[in-house]
């Protein structure tokens, strides 16, 4: 598992998806920490314009580049639905925020060759990762 975490934290564009009502979120935790870390961050949120000065994306199949992973912080009904958007714009990398997965989600992951990493919490391991380099 750490060299599947240390292959997705090498990646350079990630998505966040999720809530970004406040600062208390996780999504908008794990923004800004990748955002400080120097990644290219793109948030999406279906009714939200901006996030900490960047456009916030309705969903991931609008954002205009190449993404390397997308971080979902969303219900799991949620997430098997941006999956679905995930695997029709060829993105590889998924990780899974504890209770964003389901069986479902990861079976999808799964069947569609897509690396998966859940029930870890980014957010923990970026800090950990940039320890140890």
């Known amino acids: 598992m750490e060299k599947l975490i240390s292959d997705f934290l090498a990646q350079k ?28 961050v793109y948030p999406v949120h279906p009714t939200i314009k901006e996030v900490e000065g960047r456009l916030c994306y309705s969903s991931v ?16 009904l949620v997430t098997e639905g941006i999956l679905v958007e995930c695997k029709d714009k060829g993105i590889k990398r998924v990780w899974l925020q504890p209770g964003a997965e389901s ?31």
Do not use: W
């Not at 406040?22 to 870390?37: G, H, M, R, T």
């Not at 923990?124 to 380099?133: D, I, M, N, P, R």
């Open 13 to 40: 564009r990630f998505v966040v998806a999720g809530s970004f009502r406040n600062e208390s979120k996780y999504a908008y935790k794990i923004l800004k920490i990748l955002k400080n870390k120097g990644y290219e």
């Open 61 to 76: 199949k609008d954002i205009p580049c190449v993404i390397d992973v997308v971080n979902l912080v969303t219900p799991p």
């Open 103 to 133: 069986q479902a989600a990861i079976k999808f992951c799964d069947d569609n060759d897509m690396k998966v990493i859940h029930g870890i919490c980014m957010i923990l391991e970026s800090v950990k990762e940039k320890e140890t380099l």
